[in-house]
């Protein structure tokens, strides 16, 4: 199980059909269908009920929808986090002090906030 496919889950429960799911995450259709499949066979359980009319969301798929939004969430903060974190802890600027050298070293001063 991945974050990529709870998050078709997640499409597909809220969409209702297999085709506008995958047009709006930017997948084929049959590349949807597989992942579905897949989260299905790893977790043993049947998640969406397929019917001509559309997919409605089996029990097992309702509860793992619901843990998985607040999963989602989590890692979308994570991921923020993680950028703020990396972009304060890279040099805001780089100065090159003068023509201060020994030999032919040069000072390059870094500066961090």
Known sequence: ???NQIEHLL????LG??????????LSQPALSRSLSQL???????????CRTGITIAE???ILASRGLALLSEAGAIREE?????TAASPIATRTAGVS????TQVT???HE
């Open 17 to 26: 059909r297999i085709n506008r799911a995958a047009k709006e995450l930017g």
């Open 60 to 62: 097992a798929g309702s």
């Open 1 to 3: 199980m991945d974050l």
């Open 101 to 104: 050298r020994r030999g032919s």
């Open 40 to 50: 299905e066979h790893d977790l043993g359980q049947q998640l969406v009920v397929r």
């Open 82 to 86: 993680w950028l703020r974190w990396r």
């Open 109 to 111: 001063w870094r500066i």
């Open 11 to 14: 499409r597909v429960a809220e």
